[in-house]
């Protein structure tokens, strides 16, 4: 089945410094990528939409230049989290439909990356 | 906006069948996902049901769907220690990007 990786699995990072994670569709193409947010105990929130060659779509209440998001490529997004605050801290997860079925198609998730900053 | 609520919490027996309920507001939705997230780790998509089914059913595992009064049901028959995890509901209208989850299941699967 489609595979999505992310990378790092987790990160400690200190208060001011940057952070850039990566999302990889290993064996299909996204045109789309999805960020989301989760913190301890509660659902998913979804930051932003992004989009191959073009600009991400962040949701209300997400502060674009704070995360920076990057779809360079047909398999890759990053997503930079920039002057990382401790309230920054969670567990960021991304996602990608396969394409078959085109937008009805079932998200797949990458295993997530675990951000502290301290 | 939508919504989507399931029970926070769910204690069963290992080889007892579990059951994981969930309601919906959007009438639109299209298609509806059961996600498996193991700690620490993202989500494993389990199975989903488009809405004109009523049921699906894959191994171990049955979806039931009552479109009339937005709920999703999800069965585990034979539970297992494996199983212990968190499962999340979630809808998607077709056409739309953005895909709704609940808050999460616990399932937690005593020996």
């Known amino acids: 089945g489609a595979v999505v990786s992310q990378h790092p699995s987790w990160v400690i990072c200190k208060s001011g410094t940057s952070v850039k994670i990566e999302c990889r569709s290993l064996?299909?193409?996204?045109?789309?990528m999805f960020w989301y947010r989760q913190f301890p105990k509660q659902s998913l929130m979804l930051m932003a939409t992004?989009?191959?060659?073009?600009?991400?779509?962040?949701e209300q209440g997400v502060e674009k230049d704070k995360f920076l998001i990057n779809h360079a490529s047909l398999t890759l997004s990053t997503l930079t989290v920039t002057s990382a605050h401790p309230e920054d801290s969670s567990f960021y997860i991304c996602?990608?439909?396969?394409?078959?079925?085109?937008?009805?198609?079932?998200?797949?998730f990458g295993n997530g990356t675990r951000l502290t900053v301290t | 906006g939508e919504d989507v609520e399931q029970s926070l919490f769910l204690s069963v027996r290992e080889g007892d069948s579990s059951v994981i309920n969930c309601t919906y507001t959007?009438?639109?939705?299209?298609?509806l996902y059961w996600y498996k997230q193991e700690p620490g780790a993202g989500l494993q998509l389990l199975t989903y049901?488009?809405?004109?089914?009523d049921m699906k059913q894959d191994q171990r595992l049955t979806v039931l769907l009552n479109k009339k009064d937005k709920h999703l049901s999800l069965r585990i028959a034979d539970t297992q220690t494996g199983d212990s995890a968190i499962y999340f509901c979630?809808?998607?209208?077709?056409?739309?990007?953005?895909?709704?989850f609940g808050i999460g299941t616990k399932l937690q699967v005593i020996p």
């Open positions: 996602s990608a439909r396969s394409g078959q079925g085109g937008d009805n198609s079932p998200l797949h």
């Open positions: 064996d299909f193409q996204a045109t789309t």
């Open positions: 992004s989009n191959e060659g073009s600009k991400a779509t962040y």
């Open positions: 959007d009438s639109s939705s299209t298609y």
């Open positions: 049901i488009f809405s004109n089914m």
């Open positions: 979630a809808t998607h209208s077709g056409g739309y990007q953005k895909v709704t």
